[in-house]
């Protein structure tokens, strides 16, 4: 039996519904049975008619009445959560028809999920079928819960309809958080002289430019030099400024990187980013972010609670991209009282030299590629380093085990962790603006 598709096409509410004819061998018996009593008049051939041609038709009645009252909805109460944690999800299946689903398949065709999920269920008359479904979040990313396909047909299989639901919710997975208590980060210097030490009004100020001498300055202010060039007394103009600013560079170079998917030197990088990051908050510091995938990312430091969402999402959708780390400290200048923390697996010293100007202090966290089956070392990286004097703190493997552990096992957090800060409000507004 071959099948034929009919035109009959709607769209609806973001809906696409689709009527498929089975088999031709219904609406041929009925012609035929049809030409047999015209020609015949024998009663028999009428009786076979009406039998089939109500059997055709009632079979059409059917899934056209499931066409215009059968509705999906998917319902996702997250908008966020960290690797590791099981989000819920609640599906309904409506039916406002008059006539049963005797049977239905739920398809899941979202493009981020690795296996399609099918569930196949029955649906009463004027009835609502709920089901519950757990999704184990096992990569950082986000991620979308549909668009959805229902297949469904009459109880004689003559027609199958299937509707495409383009609904969808999306869903940010974060990366998991290590504490890193053990991680010491050096503070800022004045002007790049770590060894000076400051009062506490010196440590909230910076230079900010120069101006005119005005009655009143302080005589510590006055810039000398441009003094003696302009012939009349010019003073530095100072701003506010946190010297205890962290700026975190992240190195994605497609080129330096080792391991593959979760088990790489850039998962292990932005799961150190993350997580370090999130200690600077708690610490009420202010924390930019700098990383380069596809898209240059640059946060500027701020310690408000929604910048912490803000580098939870860029590093949930970090990749790797074709920007040096040396590019990227030389795309724009960093205050000389900020604190400047690179994380790199790369084996080239070049970096180094591009921050060696920008003043203030800076520290290296080094992700060890030979772990990640890479034959090139850093050595000439720890020596570039111990040259200038810059600190550095090996990262090892490990850590990546230490941030996937539930994930491995195939455990998750319980219930109540995501209930604390997670919760969609569903007002309009982007995902990671709706968290309370």
Known sequence: MRKAESDNTITKNKNEAKLQLNTWLVPLLVGVFAVLYAFTGFRGWLIFFIGFAG???????????LRNNLYIERNLHLAWAT??????????????SWLPVVWVEIIDISASLSTQMRIVSDVGIKTTRTRHLSHMCRQRGLYTLGPTRLRTGDPFGIY?????????DAILVTPPLLPLTQLRIVPAGWAGDQRRRRGAIERQISDAGVRNYLPGDSLRRIHWQATARFDKLIVRQL??????????????????????????TSELSVVLAASLAMRGLKEHRRVGLVLAGPDLVWLEPRAD??????ILRALAMA????????????????????TMIAITPSSDPSWI????????????????P???????????????????????QHIPRSLLEDAYPSVAIGLHRPSSDLQNGKRYLKQGRAAWQQLS
């Open 55 to 65: 059997v055709w038709l009632l079979a059409l009645l059917w899934v056209t009445s």
């Open 370 to 392: 030979t772990e990640f089956g890479s034959p090139i070392d850093q050595s000439r990286v720890i020596s570039a380093l111990a040259y200038f004097g810059v600190p550095y």
């Open 305 to 310: 609670p929604a910048h912490r969402w803000r």
């Open 83 to 96: 690797v590791g944690d099981s989000v819920h999800e609640e599906l309904k299946l409506i039916n406002n």
């Open 239 to 264: 701003e506010a400024s946190a010297s205890g600013d962290w700026w975190i560079f992240v190195d994605l170079q497609d080129g330096v990187q080792a391991g593959e998917g979760r088990d790489s």
């Open 319 to 338: 990749e790797a991209g074709r920007r040096s780390l040396s590019e990227l400290i030389g795309l724009r200048h960093i205050a000389q009282t900020a």
């Open 160 to 168: 199958t309809l299937t509707i495409h639901d383009f609904h969808s």
């Open 353 to 368: 030299l591009a921050a060696g100007g920008r003043g203030g202090d800076q520290m290296a966290l080094l992700v060890d």
